[in-house]
């Protein structure tokens, strides 16, 4: 039994599809939350150092608790990524390795962890 391409790259984005899916609604819901919060929070300050009720001192926390708290975010947010990448990874090698055990008959495993590798 031959390897059909079409077949193959059709295998495959459906592998991509199934991980995205699941994956990116969760990301975009998480993104919102934290964004949201990150934006009341700048508001508050903005709100606090117009109406006088933020002195100097406690501005400048608040601003770098502000970025700490985007700096977090979006750390977080890369590793979600690399997550994502790496079933991404897997589920194509998935199916390739699939594809090729039974168009020859070989019981072949796919090599592990080397979405970001």
Known sequence: MGLDVGSLVQDMLGAGKAVLNQDLPALRGFSEQ?????????ILIAEGVADGSIDPATRDYFLKSLAEMTRSFVNTLAGLAAVTAEKLWNGIVGVLWGAINKATGLNLFPPAGGGGS
């Open 34 to 42: 934290q964004l949201e919060a990150i934006a009341r929070q700048a």
